[in-house]
């Protein structure tokens, strides 16, 4: 049956409009989102997310323990709507602070106090179904030892914070910028291996960044070539720098024929698996 999915979640910022600006609700592709005050407020300091699906009756809830079904189908809506969630945020926010990367959803859940309501086309709560309000995380002892950690580093590793930044401009929906961070994270990984060994670019032969660096660099420092050793490794990467080199030079990620024909979610999924890959290929070169 056809329902609405409804997420009414809580902005970490707030915003006023001027004398006579009506606030409509904007739509991408099949979300639709729209900044909504919550009970007492005076700004606008939440959002209201609906999406329009079709849900299974054998997904409905039979008796009090039967949730299990319900609770992956909502987790799976809100990962499909999280980040154009991210991408709206971001527009307010670069209009009210100036700058971005202000995220509330962080791949898997929101970051933020958030209820997610699915209810009948008539917008009536639908009979069997969990209606969650999203919870805040309790930070183990573990992860407070991490964050003093990462505090008291003075010096940051240039690859991971590139890395890291890939990451967060893809749940931002920043594709583009994921992909060049991604390339970024490669070049200072593998040319500060290379050059450390005293190694110079004129003794690597080979054609192309990729083979110069990756194969010769990697052969003459670690005796061993990505390109030889781990082929679907080294493919990744000639999709990852085929792409920077088209954003870079001013075109678009879909004129790469990895991403030609994809909508904004499988452009998501891709760029997701690359970076996937990507960690397996650090970890690899490392572990030479």
Request: charged fraction near 25%; aromatic fraction near 12%.
């Amino acid at each position: 049956m056809d329902v609405i999915c409804m997420w009414k979640i809580l902005l970490p910022f707030k915003f006023d409009i001027c004398s006579g600006v009506e606030l409509k609700e904007i739509i991408y592709d099949d979300v639709s989102i729209l900044p909504t005050k919550t009970i007492g407020s005076k700004y606008f300091n939440s959002i209201e997310v609906k999406y329009i699906t079709v849900i299974d009756d054998s997904l409905l809830c039979k008796d009090t323990y039967d949730f299990g079904n319900m609770i992956e189908f909502e987790k799976n809506l809100t990962c499909k709507i999280g980040v154009r969630v991210n991408s709206f945020v971001n527009a307010y926010y670069r209009q009210v602070e100036k700058h971005i990367i202000n995220q509330i959803f962080n791949g898997d859940d929101f970051t933020t106090e958030c209820q997610m309501l699915i209810l009948n086309m008539e917008g009536q709560p639908l009979d069997g179904v969990l209606q969650s309000n999203g919870g805040v995380r309790a930070l183990s002892q573990r992860d407070i030892n991490r964050i003093i950690e990462d505090v008291n580093i003075q010096e940051k590793n240039i690859t991971d914070e590139f890395f890291r930044m890939a990451f967060c401009f893809l749940e931002n929906g920043y594709f583009e910028m994921s992909i060049m961070n991604l390339s970024m994270a490669f070049e200072s990984l593998i040319k500060t291996l290379v050059f450390s060994h005293g190694i110079l670019v004129q003794d690597l032969k080979g054609k192309g960044f990729l083979e110069k660096f990756f194969h010769d660099g990697l052969k003459l420092v670690k005796g061993a070539s990505l390109k030889e050793s781990e082929p679907n490794y080294y493919e990744t990467l000639s999709i990852i720098f085929d792409a920077r080199n088209e954003i870079a030079h001013g075109g678009r990620l879909q004129n790469v024929e990895y991403f030609e024909e994809l909508n904004f979610y499988d452009v998501y999924n891709a760029v997701d698996d690359l970076i996937d890959d990507s960690e397996e290929i650090i970890c690899w070169i490392l572990s030479l």
